[in-house]
């Protein structure tokens, strides 16, 4: 069987196996897990995008998803807006905020640029927190409504209970791990890795390096407005506490954990910092130690995240095979 | 109206020399070893703690519990340099960026694991006011500024005059020349953590008698730091010095003429507005 062959496979099995999940779990604990995995797929998939192919690390991203959270709660809660709409709102409204704030941390690399992105952070966070008039501070939003049920033709799709609202949050992550499949398949993808890997021989090439960059980050944060709209009509309630820094650096310890620059790294990623806390609740006291242990160990000794290393190491055993026969 | 701007620019001056000793400690540690050392902040809140227990349990007074916990910061910086930041030296920046986000993650688990959520002011002897024309002056405060000038001094005396600080600057200036010329870098990096850390942990101590530490308070002091370096321009050791006290005066003066609860915003503001215009920063070479 070639490679392409195989993977092709493997993608329909994953496929499959994905839309058949609801019928198969019946613990609502795991689908709700399962659930935020899946929204946490679109933020990753935009974190990866600004992190892993463009190389700047970008810790605002839990703050994007406030402001798509709040906008589409905000228009739908005190406007009455149809939630269908709001949710299409919320990731265009993110993405002007971030064209707003992209243009002046651009001018900045690096480190730097990490830094300016965690201060927008800490500035939204701090505004979701003070700014009760609009926002209700602490005591948050509460009854922030599903999306409305869609008749189509007899069938009517229910996006109340979970086993609806899975598909959505599934539509999501497909689309935003087939949109930056698409981006990396493109020129626009081959400029962002060449930027990552030499933005100064990429300039001299004539590549205007800055407008590829905000391209990366204004997608990048868009997808995570999109994850917050999702994830405040999946809750129902919401207040500032999600988005505060601590949830931008999960963002980032997902993409290093599955694998930065690939496109399944940050879906492993995302299953792994939702169910990984989860696991690790038993050591409750600990677990920021051991979360933060987690991220320099396997930096130090997996800087490549576990996709490449597993699929190193399953060519590795097909040469092994190969050589016996 | 007067008297309150120089009030507030008073009480500016003090808490940004606090930021100045963060940034000082993060400037050093990225002008010469190239890595955003973003736990500096929970490593200061740490020492705060420490320098409290010390005070507390000991009843050392606040100057000699505040040595040693420097001294103690020392020995923390030199274990976080030989332990997380070494192993990825020659990996790209970016790595070295992450585990500084792990080592925070893991140094405040550990401040809260041990120190408890509680919210801790370190109790000085220096309560006195004076009032100069209308200005309340706090002995504490000025106090504050004064460690700060002396610990500066410090510093700017150990780069520019001793052996060491010879050898610091080179691997600065040009690492594979110094290593060439008989630096022994892993020296240099090693000195510079634990100086870092010492003066990190000197402004932990420092806003705990000024201010409070709690939980959290490290990561937004890491984040002033850095705020502070942007300001200033990156690795100058006089930047970090004028970043320090424009961030802390800016503050001060937002808080007490605009809103207070929105003051950190309003100090990033001027650190994105500054960027906007000097993306190398004040005192930065383009």
């Known amino acids: 069987m070639t490679t392409r062959s195989f993977r092709l496979l493997g993608i329909g099995v994953l496929i499959v196996a994905a839309l058949c999940l609801p019928l198969l779990v019946t613990v609502p604990y795991f689908l709700q897990l399962t659930i935020l995995a899946l929204i946490w797929i ?17 810790i605002a991203q839990a ?132 930027i990552r890997q030499n933005e100064t021989l990429a300039e001299a090439m004539g590549v205007s390096a800055w407008r590829y960059k905000l391209f990366a980050f204004v997608v990048s944060a868009s997808l995570a407005g999109l994850a917050g709209a999702l994830y405040a009509h999946f809750i129902g309630f919401l207040n500032p506490d999600p988005f505060g820094v601590d949830q931008s650096l999960n963002a980032i310890l997902a993409v290093i954990l599955g694998g930065s620059g690939t496109l399944t790294g940050p879906i492993v990623g995302a299953f792994a910092v939702v169910f990984l806390p989860e696991y690790l609740r038993v050591a409750e006291t600990y677990r920021l130690v051991m979360y933060g242990l987690v991220l320099v160990v396997a930096t130090i000794f997996m800087p490549r995240g576990l996709v490449p290393l597993t699929s190193q190491a399953g060519q590795r055993l097909r040469a092994l095979i190969g050589n016996q026969r | 109206m007067f008297v309150e ?94 585990i500084a986000l792990g080592l925070t993650m893991m140094i405040e688990g550990i401040n809260l694991i041990a120190f408890g959520a509680d919210q801790v002011v370190i109790q000085t002897p220096y309560r006195g006011v004076f009032n100069v024309g209308g200005v309340v002056v706090a002995e504490l405060r000025l106090q504050v500024i004064l460690t700060t000038g002396v610990l500066i001094g410090v510093i700017a005396y150990l780069i520019s005059r001793t052996k060491t600080g010879k050898s610091i600057r080179a691997v600065a200036q040009n690492r594979p020349a110094a290593v060439l010329m008989g630096v022994n870098v892993n020296q240099v990096s090693a000195v510079v953590f634990s100086v870092s850390s010492a003066l990190g942990v000197a402004a932990g101590a420092l806003v705990g008698a000024l201010l409070a530490i709690a939980p959290g308070v490290g990561e937004g002091l890491a984040v002033k730091g850095f705020a502070v370096l942007i300001l200033g321009g990156l690795g100058s ?50």
């Open chain 1, 42 to 58: 679109v933020l990753a998939q935009g974190q990866n995008l600004i992190q892993g192919i463009t190389g700047y690390v970008s």
């Open chain 1, 63 to 194: 703050g994007f998803m406030g402001v798509g959270a709040y906008c589409s709660t905000l228009l739908s809660v005190k406007l009455g807006w149809s939630v269908w709409l709001t949710l299409g709102v919320a990731p265009i409204f993110t993405a002007l905020f971030a064209v707003l704030v992209g243009y002046p941390s651009l001018r900045v690399k690096g480190h730097y640029f990490a830094i300016v992105t965690l201060a927008y952070n800490m500035v939204i966070y701090i505004v979701l927190l003070t700014f009760t008039a609009l926002t209700g501070g602490e005591a948050g939003i509460g009854g922030v409504p599903r999306p409305a049920d869609i008749a189509f033709g007899g069938i009517v799709l229910s996006f109340g209970g979970r086993t609806g609202y899975y598909y959505l949050v599934l539509a999501a992550a497909a689309f935003a791990t087939l949109l930056c499949a698409l981006i990396l398949r493109s020129r626009v993808g081959r400029i962002l890795v060449a």
């Open chain 2, 5 to 98: 701007l120089v009030q507030q620019m008073l009480n500016g001056l003090a808490i940004g020399s606090v930021y100045t000793l963060i940034a000082l400690g993060l400037t050093v540690v990225f002008g010469i070893l190239g890595i955003a050392h973003f736990a500096h902040g929970s490593v200061a809140m740490s020492g705060g703690y420490l320098t409290f227990l010390f005070t507390e349990r000991l009843g050392l007074s606040f100057f000699p519990a505040m040595a040693l916990a420097m001294l103690a910061g020392a020995i923390l910086g030199l274990l976080i340099e030989r332990l997380a930041y070494r192993p990825v030296r020659d990996a790209p920046h970016i790595n070295a960026f992450i």
């Open chain 2, 237 to 286: 050791i006089p930047g970090a010095i004028v970043g320090g006290l424009v961030l802390g005066i800016s503050e001060s003066l937002a808080a007490g003429f605009i809103s207070s609860a929105y003051k950190d915003v309003i100090a990033f503001l001027v650190m994105i507005f500054v960027l906007l215009f000097r993306p190398e920063g004040l005192l930065g070479k383009r």
